[in-house]
């Protein structure tokens, strides 16, 4: 009988459950990029010559882990021009400002870019035809702010990033790549 009047005290006594913090999150983004044109320097050894500026649109995803107010994780995306294309596998850190409805953060990334453009090729006596060549596979560095909005503790909220990126450059071309991005979309905690 003991244990049970124990027992019977202890529940009694304990308080209610407090909300469990997130320790995840996935976004999905719409992007729209510009990537200016490369310069065409005095040792450029692209026999294609350098890309020209261009307009890009895609989508963006990541899976980040949460501790505390950063987020941490992978990261990858898809961009589409008329004559460009980028794409992306990296990592993804992001560190939350400020705890209500609107909460800004810093970004930053890291990852492999892959630039391919569109190209003509020419060999006679096959007519001409339009292909996608590899521009440059660099690492690059990206950096950025956003704003969340919705409910600090809720598990959706909209999103928006704006992100510089920049490659390194690479022995055999002159001209490192950038690019701007604009991100919208929204986030899923659990």
Same mark, same amino acid.
Not at 167 to 185: D, N, S
């Given at each position: 009988?003991?244990?049970?009047?124990? =027992?019977?005290?202890?529940?009694? +006594? *304990? $308080?209610? &459950?407090? +909300?469990?913090?997130?320790?995840?999150?996935?976004? &999905?983004?719409?992007?729209? *990029?510009?990537?200016?044109? #490369?310069? +065409?320097?005095? %040792?450029?050894?692209?026999?294609?010559? !350098?890309?020209?500026?261009? *307009?890009?649109? %895609?989508?963006?995803?990541?899976?980040?882990?949460?501790?505390?107010?950063?987020? &941490? $994780? !992978? /990261?990858?995306?898809?961009?589409?021009?008329?004559?460009?294309? #980028?794409?992306?596998? $990296?990592?993804?850190?992001?560190?939350? &400002?400020? @705890?209500? /409805?609107?909460?800004?953060?810093?970004?930053?990334?890291?990852? *492999?870019?892959?630039?391919?453009? /569109?190209?003509?090729?020419? #060999?006679?006596?096959?007519?001409?035809?339009?292909?996608?060549?590899?521009?440059?596979?660099?690492?690059?560095?990206? @950096?950025?702010?956003?704003?969340?909005?919705?409910?600090?503790?809720?598990? #959706?909220?909209?999103?928006?990033?704006?992100?510089?990126?920049?490659?390194?450059?690479?022995? /055999?071309?002159?001209?490192?790549?950038?690019?701007?991005? =604009?991100?919208? %979309?929204?986030?899923? +905690?659990?």
């Amino acid at each position: 009988m003991k244990p049970v009047a124990i =027992l019977l005290v202890a529940s009694c +006594a *304990a $308080g209610p &459950l407090a +909300a469990q913090s997130f320790t995840g999150e996935f976004r &999905l983004l719409g992007v729209g *990029a510009y990537a200016p044109a #490369v310069s +065409a320097g005095a %040792g450029n050894q692209d026999p294609m010559g !350098p890309p020209r500026s261009s *307009a890009m649109a %895609g989508v963006m995803g990541d899976l980040s882990f949460i501790a505390g107010r950063i987020r &941490l $994780g !992978p /990261e990858g995306f898809v961009l589409r021009g008329p004559d460009r294309r #980028v794409w992306s596998l $990296g990592g993804v850190a992001r560190y939350q &400002l400020g @705890g209500s /409805e609107v909460r800004p953060f810093v970004v930053a990334g890291a990852g *492999a870019y892959w630039w391919d453009r /569109e190209i003509f090729i020419d #060999v006679p006596p096959t007519p001409a035809f339009a292909s996608w060549g590899s521009d440059v596979n660099s690492l690059s560095l990206s @950096g950025g702010a956003g704003l969340s909005l919705g409910t600090p503790g809720g598990r #959706v909220a909209g999103t928006s990033e704006l992100r510089f990126h920049r490659t390194f450059k690479q022995p /055999e071309f002159t001209g490192a790549r950038t690019m701007v991005t =604009l991100a919208l %979309g929204a986030r899923i +905690a659990w």
